[in-house]
């Protein structure tokens, strides 16, 4: 929807007093119809007895009381009492009701009020009128004006100053619009004693031209740091290629210079796409997208978790569903609880974050709930998923707690390539075997190799027979 304001500039005091009553009435209208529709009035009742009542035209009528009915909606989908709505808003009407505002103050608190509670008026557009019968948009040689419909035959014309909309006179666009014939809705609203219009244009969208047909392009807007991460995939979500558009003019200038980039940035996905002739799939249901991706397709693609939470973001978009690689499974059958409180009790002692210290020891608290629950024998994870609530999600949430946490607690690393070998290779038995990044835990005493499941333990076997 694109939506243009402009201030009315009338030609005389009577025109807009004119304006202002039909705008009380047209209020008062809305107000009583909202009071109506609680208490269980039809629309056919309601448009017949409102129009003699305020004296307003039929269609004035049925847009106060579609508006009455949105409202009434509203209300009820946030959960709120439909009764004690307050129209003029309900911060301003409790200001006005304490005893220590009085004078000019009050005066200025009881205007605003008013206005918000008064000063209303909606008119929505109509493709079989080209436009707007009520509030019409109209071209001469002297500018671009509205003619608004303020009693039977009865016209005002008030001066559209329109200003500009991202470096175009709104005005042009306005006229475009009556060119056009489009429906446009209208609504006029009273503020600091001016009155100001509020064009409203629903888009007409092209056909879709580009399906996922031939795959997706997959669009992960948190990448770090300040990047936009992108990947291509074909119709089987296997990975074609991959790249990142940096976003560093967002770091700073004014909002207009920011939305310029934006715009910008945006442009450029859609030109990728259309290059490669493919859908756009942008935050479908991310929730462990980045989880997912680190663990199970970063060690394997050897590239950042930036990059395959795009991936995973794309196989989503394409209804793909993430199955647990047989490694992983095997990784995870060795850990136990008891291990896992070794975990908290190291991260207390090594971790001086309070808050970090407070994050993983949350994580390491819901690893251990979801193992216990999963009701295996001493705490283990010995059998399959299938027929089971153990969901894909709550595995990587453990995987990660048990693989992430005891090698880098202080912060995330971004590239998992280096896990190649476990998790992909499954070469987890031997820790001689698996290359582990120095940094990743450097200065901690936690022993972290019999936590994942590399060393041998005694008194210990890993039961693989179930998985």
Known sequence: ????????????????????DLMRRWSSCMRFAYKRLIEGYDRKTLKRDLQKMFDLNSRYVDDAIMKARSTLESIKRIGKS???????????????????INGSVYEKLKDRWQEKRKGNLYSRGDRSKKGNLNTRIEVNENGTFLRINVGERKYVYVRIEAGYKKGRKREELLQE????????SVELKLKNGFIYAYFAIEEEY???????????????????????????????GNLIIYGSIPMQELASGNSDKREYFRWQYAHKIVNIAKEKEKAIVIEVNPSYTSIIGMLKYAPQYMITKDVVAAYVIARRGLGLKEK??????????????????????????????????????????????????????????????DGTS???????????????????????????????????????????????PASWGRGYGFPKYRLLGLGKSEGRTTNTSAI
Do not use: C
């Open 1 to 20: 929807m694109i939506v243009i304001q402009a201030k009315l500039i009338f030609l005389n005091q009577q025109d807009k007093q004119t304006v202002l």
């Open 82 to 100: 439909p009764r004690k709505v307050i129209f003029g808003g309900k911060n301003l009407f409790k200001k006005l009701q304490k005893r220590h």
């Open 177 to 184: 619009i009556v060119q056009s014939n489009i429906p446009y």
């Open 206 to 236: 092209p056909e879709i031209e580009i399906t996922k047909e031939k795959g997706v392009v997959g669009i992960d807007v948190n990448a770090h740091p300040d990047n936009i991460s992108w990947v291509e995939v074909d119709e089987k």
């Open 324 to 385: 647990i690689p047989y490694n992983h499974m095997k990784f995870l059958s060795v850990l136990t609880v008891d291990e896992l409180e070794e975990l908290k009790e190291h991260v207390k002692k090594t971790i001086s974050n309070k808050q970090l210290k407070k994050e993983h020891l949350k994580e390491i608290s819901k690893a251990v709930e979801i193992l216990q629950s999963f009701g295996s024998e001493q705490g283990m994870v010995l059998r399959p998923l």
């Open 390 to 436: 153990f969901s894909v999600n709550e595995f990587y949430r453990v995987l990660k707690v048990a693989v992430v946490t005891p090698l880098s607690s202080e912060k995330v690393p971004r590239n998992f390539s280096t896990l190649k070998e476990l998790l992909i290779q499954g070469k987890w038995g031997d820790p001689q075997r698996v290359q582990v």
